[in-house]
């Protein structure tokens, strides 16, 4: 696996159908911008866990993780979105990297690492 695919899985995972005010119907929004920017988000996600953690306890710590781990991650995402931007989509950002981390197999988590 590589970053592009990385950035993919996580882009699948963001962009769910989401209901509009007016209407009960659901609408898919694909934006390139916010794909480059999740990719660089998921991209300095990765480098700062891989200083932190062994490739076999990311699966884990994507499952279950401790307020030291969501500190770090609301940390970079703000920094990649900015205030506005991180009180507008940032649970929603994080939501899908950790759906991202949960779904990886240990071979993708271990390519992702001799790349980073």
Not at 40 to 57: G, M, N, P, S, Y
Not at 62 to 87: C, E, M, S, T
Request: glycine share 6%.
């Amino acid at each position: 696996m590589n970053i592009n695919d990385l950035t993919n899985k996580v882009m699948d995972n963001y962009d769910q159908p989401k209901e509009t005010a007016w209407s009960n119907r659901q609408e898919v929004v694909f934006d390139p911008i916010t794909a480059i920017k999740m990719g660089k988000i998921a991209l300095d996600v990765f480098r700062t866990v891989k200083k932190c953690r062994k490739a076999r306890e990311l699966k884990e710590t994507a499952y279950n993780p401790q307020r030291r781990d969501n500190l770090i991650l609301k940390r970079v995402v703000r920094k990649h979105l900015g205030w506005r931007g991180f009180r507008q989509n940032g649970p929603d950002v994080i939501k899908s990297l950790l759906k991202t981390g949960q779904g990886l197999t240990e071979e993708e988590i271990e390519g992702l690492y001799r790349q980073v």
